[in-house]
């Protein structure tokens, strides 16, 4: 089993963070991962986009040619990598911000709201992404958020699992 | 589940505080930042624990100092050496040419330290992408006059920790400086990894100036000599030196190469790529194996020469430059198979796909 996430946006919406967070669940449930950001002049309103591998065997190429996956929260990320994304790979798209449905037949195409659902959309994103995929288990991804935010940031646990939760529910609600 | 996660920026600070490190001099740099980021914060987060009374968590870690420029650093490095201090300065590739009259100083007066390139694209300013456009650098001088840098070439997180363990026991042992050479994704790129257990050597420094406890004299270190005597002493001394190093650290990874009639061969992120491209290949039932040098410096030409004398007629040599480290490839096969060069420079990593396409054009 590998598999491949491209995650994209806007620099400050959490897309790095979004990664690191899913590559270091897979890291806690045993897979071999890597993540790479795309690094450099990116910043809080230029674009951003980070690579997330996990799978049972080593490694190789920590660059993605063609995700398994593809999360993105702005137009232009749409553009650069839907043409990219695998057949039957899944794409994860925040409807609110996208407003141009993605033009692809052979995909499976998840629209969320993320930023509209929670001011923290990466993370609502994140319930989406669990609840589809179903490979990481959202125990663990609460498990390393109550390891990062501890002393005052503590605070901080209820309204991210908050945020995944709202995720989670959305794509429930859209299955029925 | 005793996996830990994170950048190869910051294994290599893991790495060469449990190596006993004592003194870090930079200036920072994409994409080799978070090096002096990460010390910078362990610095002065053990500061804080000895102001509340408590223990520090790298007693040896003493001087952390981000210096003016990359010259103000590899001499402070320089100084920190002579005084038998384990030392460290990490840059990326433009920092590292401005470091190099430093570097051939350090290496004419033998101290040893680490420095650590993250490369990314050149020349000049060029880009801040990953590429291996300082291997020439690195392996073949880069300072003037005759020197040679132990040179390591990790291609995981895990080894950037591991060979910057590595890196100095080599160093203190033959008194050479020696690089860290990795490009700008290992840098970047956070990675499961097991702390490798290196077992950290110590020796004894006696040549160390200031010393003077140890024996009452007055130890001084120089390497300038008007007359050429002396120099024929010392440049000797040197050569041997480096002799005994080509013979006895030379380390390199083969894959599949048994019966392999075609080998891949490539340092650094290339190599995991290949490695990939390599199991792609064999499922098609090509023979085709992976020689990956550790030691760029000194380089292991002999496996070339041995799996090319009758088993392997052709080579597919990949790396981020125009073609570097395939004249090294040369030199070890010395015309027994045919050597192909796939560059991919710019910034770009090769994909397994891209690599094994380069494998069939070979079959």
């Known amino acids: ?176 | 589940m005793s996996k830990l996660y994170m950048k190869g920026n910051e294994a290599i600070v893991e790495g060469a505080l449990r190596a006993g490190l004592e003194g870090f001099f930079s200036y920072p740099i994409t994409p080799a930042s978070e090096i002096i980021e990460t010390f910078a914060s362990k610095y002065f987060a053990d500061r804080e624990r000895e102001k509340r009374g408590e223990k520090p968590l790298y007693p040896k870690f003493r001087v952390f100092m981000q210096m003016e420029s990359e010259l103000a650093s590899i001499n402070a490095v320089m100084g920190g050496a002579s005084i038998g201090c384990r030392v460290m300065t990490a840059s990326s590739s433009p920092g590292i040419s401005l470091k190099q009259e430093g570097i051939s100083y350090i290496a004419a007066c033998e101290l040893p330290c680490v420095i650590v390139n993250i490369m990314r694209g050149g020349p000049g300013l060029g880009s801040i992408q990953p590429e291996q456009g300082d291997y020439f650098q690195a392996v073949k001088g880069g300072g003037h006059g005759d020197y040679r840098l132990i040179v390591l070439a990790p291609n995981s997180v895990q080894e950037m920790a591991e060979h910057t363990m590595l890196l100095f026991n080599l160093t203190n042992k033959y008194r050479n400086p020696g690089m860290l050479l990795a490009d700008g994704y290992l840098g970047q790129m956070k990675e499961s990894l097991e702390f490798p257990e290196v077992p950290i050597e110590e020796y004894e420094k006696p040549w160390a100036a200031g010393n003077m406890e140890l024996d009452g004299e007055q130890h001084t270190i120089e390497f300038l000599f008007l007359t050429p005597e002396p120099m024929v002493e010392a440049k000797k001394r040197l050569l041997e030196k480096y002799k005994t190093i080509e013979a006895n650290e030379v380390r390199y990874e083969t894959y599949k190469v048994d019966d392999a009639k075609i080998i891949v061969t490539a340092f650094g992120t290339p190599s995991r790529v290949a490695k990939a491209a390599v199991d792609l290949a064999r499922e098609k039932g090509i023979k085709v194996g992976l020689v990956r040098p550790i030691t760029l410096w000194p380089f292991p030409y002999k496996i070339y020469t041995n799996l090319t004398s009758n088993q392997v007629d052709r080579v597919l040599v990949v790396e981020l430059s125009f073609g570097q480290f395939v004249e090294d490839v040369r030199l070890g096969v010395e015309g027994r198979a045919e050597v192909r060069l796939f560059p991919k420079f710019g910034g770009i990593v090769p994909t397994e796909e891209e690599v094994l396409e380069k494998i069939m054009e070979l079959v």
């Open chain 1, 1 to 176: 089993m590998k598999t491949e996430i491209i995650i994209s946006g806007f620099g400050g919406q959490g897309v790095l963070f979004l990664g690191d967070l899913i590559a270091y669940a897979a890291v806690k449930e045993g897979y071999y991962v890597t993540w790479v950001p795309s690094y450099g002049p990116e910043s809080r309103g230029g674009t951003c986009n980070c690579q997330v591998i996990y799978s049972d065997k080593q490694i190789g190429s920590p660059a993605i040619a063609h995700p398994d996956i593809l999360i993105v929260f702005n137009q232009p990320s749409l553009y650069k990598f839907l043409p990219r994304l695998k057949t039957n790979g899944f794409l994860f798209y925040d409807s609110f911000l996208i407003k141009e449905p993605p033009a692809r037949e052979d995909i499976k195409i998840v629209g969320v709201p993320a930023f509209q659902l929670s001011k923290m959309g990466n993370m609502a994103m994140l319930g989406a992404f669990l609840a589809v995929v179903d490979q990481i288990k959202s125990e663990t991804i609460f498990q390393i958020l109550e390891e990062k935010l501890k002393g005052d940031k503590t605070k901080f646990i209820p309204i991210n699992k908050e945020a995944i939760a709202t995720g989670m529910d959305f794509v429930k609600s859209q299955e029925r």
